[in-house]
């Protein structure tokens, strides 16, 4: 384990009489956890503090879909080189175009598998401590059209089920794991790019394909009990919410008129809920994070300049928070010309002191 990774342990622990006792770091401090020179998609780290990440399809082509951060400036192909691709090797056998990472309480390790080389998406999941594939689930045509990007995902392993969000025909998605069941909600308001929320990186007007940057239903998030999903558009502001049991079993009409208004949030890219019920976004245009908590008040939590478009967010160990910061709006699909990216790109933490992962 990279020795940086316990600076701030090192730093605060003081020994009194035969006991350690180490201070915890303040609310908002923000670490790099690794520099990188390829974009990192999501991120997704271990109690134990193992990182790992998406390789962002939106970054040049470097062959490598899915690493493990091996030191502060080091990586490693995970779970194996063997399930990586590039042009002379892309497959059904192989990793294609991933982004949305996470974990479950059983130890393994979920990315979404967008396919955009090969036409299919899918879900992986591996045994975290072993890298063996432990479910590969392949969703169908009519749920997740080729030109779909279901980009974000969370795991309830307890009642069997992912949730899933396309941004790109705005729908929500629930899978279950054992037989790989797959239901889609679509054609509500909450799901689409709100009418007024603009996507301004660094000040400018953010446009892709040539168009100003929309995005529809993106960050989710899932209580601590698996009962609620929590959503929101990518350009919007408005984070809603909705039973879980009915996007399993109940119908589309069911599910309309239970959808509720759960607090406000910045146009972000990512977010997560904490076992205490505080929510966690990316804030684009603020490099930052923002936090809405358990009393319905949003607030900004950490800007700084490194946070040069914060992709996505999830807890590691104890109150650490991940993110995963790639400047995507440089990318040459956001840009229409070459790519104006600035490596490094980071792996970055804050130390949040809340009540940290929510792992079903």
Not at 213 to 232: C, H, Q, R
Not at 269 to 279: C, I, R, V
Request: proline share 6%; hydrophobic share 40%; no cysteine.
């Amino acid at each position: 384990m990279p020795h940086h990774l316990f600076r701030h342990l090192l730093a605060a622990a003081l020994m009194v009489g035969s006991h350690l006792i180490t201070a915890a770091p303040a609310i908002g401090t923000l670490e790099t956890v690794a520099e990188l020179p390829i974009r990192p998609g999501n991120v997704s780290a271990t109690a134990n503090a193992r990182v790992f990440a998406t390789v962002h399809p939106l970054d040049v082509p470097s062959g490598l879909q899915l690493i493990e951060i091996t030191g502060p400036a080091s990586y490693r192909p995970w779970p194996s080189a063997d399930l990586q691709s590039d042009a002379n090797t892309r497959g059904d056998s192989r990793i294609d175009a991933p982004l949305g990472i996470t974990q479950d309480g059983r130890g393994r390790l979920w990315i979404t598998d967008m396919g955009l080389n090969i036409g299919k998406t899918r879900l992986w999941g591996f045994d975290i401590a072993t890298g063996k594939l432990a479910r590969r689930i392949d969703l169908p045509g009519d749920v997740a059209p080729k030109d779909s990007f279901i980009q974000d995902l969370v795991v309830d392993a307890e009642r069997g089920w992912i949730y899933l969000a396309d941004i790109n025909h705005p729908a929500l998605l629930a899978v279950r794991i054992e037989d790989s069941k797959v239901r889609r909600f679509q054609g509500h308001a909450s799901l689409q790019a709100e009418e007024g929320a603009e996507m301004r990186v660094g000040g400018q007007p953010t446009f892709f394909g040539g168009k100003p940057a929309k995005g529809g239903v993106n960050p989710l998030g899932l209580s601590v009990d698996g009962e609620t999903l929590f959503f929101g558009a990518m350009t919007g502001t408005r984070w809603y919410s909705v039973p879980t049991r009915l996007l399993r079993e109940g119908s589309d009409a069911d599910i309309a008129a239970a959808i509720r208004v759960a607090g406000r949030k910045p146009v972000s890219d990512g977010a997560t809920t904490d076992a205490a019920g505080n929510h966690f976004f990316t804030n684009l245009n603020e490099n930052g994070i923002d936090r809405l908590d358990t009393l319905g008040e949003l607030q900004p939590f950490v800007r700084n300049p490194l946070l040069n478009w914060p992709d996505s967010v999830q807890f590691g160990d104890d109150s650490w928070l991940y993110i995963s910061v790639n400047q995507l709006h440089t990318t040459r699909a956001f840009t229409g010309a070459s790519d104006q990216g600035t490596p490094p790109y980071r792996i970055m933490r804050v130390w949040t002191g809340t009540a940290g992962a929510v792992r079903r």
